[in-house]
């Protein structure tokens, strides 16, 4: 089982920035699909942005031009880039993987435990 590890959450006001991490010992995501998931009480679960295999990105509607997800070069963490961030940015993230089947699935087997993002007005 990969044990997915995210940090980098915290409060900040709006308009302000955080940068997100995930990491497992001992693996590489160089045959993942990685992604971040958000959820905010009361709210289903969003899928906020992916990167594949080959480092090709989407953004929910709702973070493009804002949020920028990208991976290190050796393929050991995977960042976050939260900038110009709303309240209703507000939630818990979580950071997410799967195996690289050819192409993305639309769904996630192993995730992280998750770091709560507040944003304040």
């Known amino acids: 089982q990969v044990a997915l590890v995210e940090s980098g959450g915290g409060s900040v006001q709006a308009g302000g920035s955080l940068r997100l991490s995930c990491g497992a010992s001992?693996?590489?995501?160089?045959?993942?699909?990685m992604a971040w998931f958000r959820q905010a009480p009361g709210k289903k679960r969003e899928e906020v942005a992916t990167?594949?295999?080959?480092?090709?990105?989407k953004y929910a509607n709702s973070v493009k031009g804002r949020f920028t997800i990208s991976k290190d070069s050796a393929q050991t963490a995977l960042y976050l880039q939260m900038n110009s961030l709303k309240p209703e940015d507000t939630a818990m993230y979580y950071c997410?993987?799967?195996?690289?089947?050819?192409?993305?699935?639309?769904?996630?087997?192993?995730w992280g435990q998750g770091t709560q993002v507040t944003v304040s007005s």
């Open positions: 001992g693996y590489t995501y160089s045959n993942y699909c």
């Open positions: 990167i594949d295999k080959y480092g090709s990105t």
């Open positions: 997410a993987a799967d195996l690289w089947i050819g192409w993305c699935r639309q769904q996630y087997t192993f």
